[in-house]
């Protein structure tokens, strides 16, 4: 005989999240549609009606509205009444000036610029080339970036939100107050290093990016009064990183690259962090634990984006080993990007490569 019951792969329940899954591509254009009309920051003190919000935007009214009826269904927006709508709990987020803004990711993931990305995935799966090598032909995949001034200057507000958030709750589960110098290696605009400086009067700091986020580096440590305690320098960590800290600090660099250039990275480290220094990466862990799928999505835009990817603790103790480092300990942290702090040593006696 056979079973009647019906898998669970042919319930209408599955098929109907299935359903779901293959259409939500729509959810994230939509919301880079609301970021890209400034819907959120028109909302931010009261509830507007669909009209309203078309004439302010110049959009069609219309078709706004149905855009908006779908995003309240994932709580960005709340309908209170027919054809007139308020803010949601999600859509605060995309407000430009909101505490922890994610209007520039919004932003810059969606639109023609994401679409040429995303519209690549079956060729990254195949080849296992990243989107931007394949768009830039080149084997930075932050080149295409470079090109575009535009999307550059988003790039860099979407890493800065990023930073907001993936220090979320990190100041308060790891303790750098032992770092006397404190080397920041791809720190961007210099976001995190300001903030770990700023709860640490005595320590002092290195700033060390590409020349093209110098002027933005400057510009953070500069409004927060930290000239005379952060220097800000630009090279390519492919070379060398400053020598004469005792803790280096990187934040979601090493998951932009494949193994190979991840060791070369870590290598340069091993050779200008002190004897008795520590290595502190920050980055989005896969961990069977996590609270939300949010890492193993980003392991996708890894893939996607750089070709690097997200690490379990196991590979980042094959990486920090393969590069002179003993890992040490793992911290989890609150952060909703899955930031965990991932502290090594030197191995003594090793030599780097």
């Given at each position: 005989?056979?079973?009647t019951?019906?898998?669970p ?18 959810v994230?254009?939509a ?8 819907i ?13 919000l078309?004439e302010a ?11 908006m009826r779908?995003?309240s269904s ?6 209170e009444t027919p054809?007139?709508f308020?803010l ?5 987020r995309l ?10 990711p919004a932003?810059f ?7 040429s ?9 195949k080849?296992g ?9 080149a084997l930075?995949?932050?080149n295409?970036l470079?090109?575009d ?14 930073s907001?958030l ?7 589960a ?13 720190g ?9 400086l700023?709860r640490?009067p005595g320590?002092h700091?290195i700033?060390?990016d ?9 510009s953070?440590?500069?409004q927060a009064?930290?000239e005379d305690?952060?220097?800000v320098i630009?090279?390519?960590?492919f070379?060398s ?6 803790t ?6 090493i ?6 250039k991840?060791?070369?990275?870590l ?6 962090i002190?004897?008795n220094?520590?290595?502190?990466l920050?980055e ?20 996607l984006m750089t070709?690097?990817?997200e690490r379990?603790?196991a590979?980042?103790?094959?990486l920090?080993?393969a ?13 909703p990007?899955?930031?965990t ?5 030197p191995?003594?006696?090793s030599?780097?490569?």
């Amino acid at each position: 005989m056979h079973s009647t019951t019906p898998s669970p792969a042919t319930q209408p329940e599955a098929a109907a999240r299935l359903l779901e899954l293959i259409q939500m591509r729509l959810v994230s254009e939509a919301i880079h549609v609301v970021a890209a009309l400034g819907i959120a920051d028109l909302l931010a003190d009261q509830a507007r009606s669909v009209e309203q919000l078309a004439e302010a935007t110049g959009a069609y009214g219309q078709s706004l509205g149905r855009v908006m009826r779908a995003l309240s269904s994932f709580g960005v927006f709340s309908e209170e009444t027919p054809g007139r709508f308020a803010l949601g709990p999600l859509g605060e987020r995309l407000r430009s000036d909101a505490e922890g803004s994610l209007h520039s990711p919004a932003l810059f993931f969606g639109g023609e610029a994401g679409a040429s990305v995303v519209e690549l995935f079956e060729h990254c799966v195949k080849t296992g080339e990243s989107a931007s090598q394949k768009l830039s032909g080149a084997l930075n995949p932050f080149n295409w970036l470079l090109r575009d001034p535009v999307q550059m200057k988003l790039f860099n507000a979407s890493m800065t939100a990023f930073s907001t958030l993936h220090m979320t709750g990190v100041l308060e589960a790891y303790d750098f107050s032992q770092a006397t110098q404190i080397v920041d290696v791809g720190g961007g605009h210099g976001r995190i290093i300001a903030d770990i400086l700023k709860r640490n009067p005595g320590m002092h700091g290195i700033l060390f990016d590409l020349p093209h986020a110098l002027a933005g580096g400057q510009s953070t440590i500069s409004q927060a009064g930290l000239e005379d305690r952060c220097e800000v320098i630009s090279g390519d960590f492919f070379a060398s990183v400053p020598g004469g800290g005792n803790t280096y600090l990187l934040s979601r660099v090493i998951h932009d690259w494949d193994d190979e250039k991840a060791i070369a990275i870590l290598t340069n480290v091993r050779r200008a962090i002190a004897a008795n220094g520590k290595l502190v990466l920050l980055e989005t862990m896969l961990r069977p634990t996590a609270l939300s799928v949010y890492p193993v999505l980003s392991d996708l835009n890894m893939l996607l984006m750089t070709g690097g990817c997200e690490r379990t603790e196991a590979q980042y103790s094959a990486l920090y080993r393969a590069a002179g480092f003993e890992l040490t300990r793992t911290v989890e942290t609150i952060s909703p990007t899955g930031t965990t702090v991932i502290e090594g040593k030197p191995i003594q006696g090793s030599r780097a490569g």
